[in-house]
């Protein structure tokens, strides 16, 4: 470990990067972990800690933007210990709504995925949504109300790319496809730091590695969910504001399934690194209604059991980062060639 802890005024983002970096290489070693960032509600994780070495990592020490941001909810540390026998990192995570001015705070997802990435099999990132199917303006009457639905299902269907899928309120979805038009300034990526999102899309092989990862995740939440994974086309809203019911019109519209404040810093990060890289999101609560963050934490917490196990069956299904490389560098080899 770097042998000054203190961070000075003027650090630049580089220097902050160094020093984590510095840190979890000191921490880590050459071991291999599976990381997961547990967004709202997800936290009955099947998460130990192990007693015979130091187990977490505050953010302050790493030099995180955004560290001293109290949200509840969100555990800003980085803890080391195994998910049902298996090496696993619980990253906490760091919101780039928490405080917009601050300096690089949308950014600390990337810092924290770039000091670790060396030591990831693979990275699982959750988080709590709201979903965007039901009835539109059943307030206009019932014949009216079916007609706009039907017309916003339509346009969405086309944009979506696909039919829709049934989700409920209590549901864990797996992220199919992400929405960045509202992501603006909250990208974590700095000046040229591009990444193809052409193909952002998980069942046509997300960030590369085919759409393995993607059919593995639906697996996993098949298993803990009944049968049952359906597919969730997330749209990014800054926040913290809940979208209102005119912004859901034009999601749903849009071809969006769910809609939340996350999540798309951790994913680029990954993307940006060559993690791989699988979302899930919970449903709290549904399209139209009123909602907040303490109801959103109440659903989750009736919801907890279920969520656990989709990170047990995660844990026990992800392979190696050697595993997936030998299944997939060949044929990004010859694809580049």
Known sequence: MPESNEMPVD???EDRMGHAQEVMQSELGDQQFLAMVPGTGWKDVPFKRRDEIPCEIPYPELWVPGADHVVEGHNKSLQIGEINGRDALL???VHANEDPRAQDVQKAM???VEAIKNNL???IVTNAAGG???RINADRGLVRSLIDTAIADALGSALRGRKKERIDV????VIDQIGTISLGGNTPLGAAGFVDWSSADAEQGLHGFGNFIFEMTRRAVESAQAGRAPRANYYYFPG???EGPWDKRILRALGADAVGMSSIQSILAATKAKVPVSGVTFITNPAFGAHSHESNLAIADANAPKMGRVIE???????TREQIERLFLPQKEDIEA
């Open 91 to 93: 990253v906490g995570r």
């Open 11 to 13: 650090a630049s983002f």
């Open 121 to 123: 099999d693979g990275m």
């Open 313 to 319: 069956n995660l844990a026990d299904r992800w392979p």
């Open 170 to 173: 209590g549901d864990v979805a």
């Open 110 to 112: 990337l810092l924290i």
């Open 132 to 134: 965007l199917h039901g």
């Open 240 to 242: 913290p504001q809940f």
